[in-house]
């Protein structure tokens, strides 16, 4: 259970779980198509580590990266990755794995709910003013 997460890490540790391995394989993935992404449209250069994207996430990372709203990107995205996971879930039930998939949608259904327009306007603003002025410093909030 401590290896359920929506982040997960850059290297990719094995869980002992399929499920947990597969979603988090599935969200790096989606996660450097999105880098790319909108590193192309800034036309700056971004380290895809060498990966090859499939058509359908450079398709989601490409339309998140066109919608101007963040909050509306943000929902297209969490709508993409709960669908994502539905093809992961498991047939049994009772299994630990399906645990470990409804573990992962709750985090995903709560993030979304978790979401506070104003916050997130203003973590946003200070994000892409310190890209475009060259620093890399955190969100304030």
């Given amino acids: 259970m401590k290896k359920l997460t929506l982040a997960p890490p850059k290297n990719s540790d094995r869980s002992g779980s399929v499920l947990i391995d597969a979603w988090n394989e599935s969200e790096r993935t989606l996660r450097f198509a999105l880098g790319k992404a909108r590193a192309e ?58 645990i470990f998939y409804y573990g992962i949608k709750l985090k995903l259904l709560l993030r979304m709910r978790q979401f506070d327009a104003t916050v997130g306007e203003k973590a946003y603003k200070n994000i892409y003013n310190s890209i475009l002025n060259g620093n890399r410093s955190e969100a304030k909030q």
Avoid at 55 to 61: D, T
Avoid at 71 to 87: D, F, G, H, S, V
């Fill in 41 to 98: 449209r800034m036309k700056k250069p971004f380290d895809t580590e060498s990966r090859i994207f499939s058509m359908e996430y450079i398709k989601a990372a490409s339309e998140a990266t066109e919608i101007e709203n963040p909050m509306e990107a943000e929902k297209y995205l969490n709508n993409y990755r709960l669908k994502i996971l539905e093809t992961l879930r498991p047939m049994d039930n009772f299994s630990k794995e399906y």
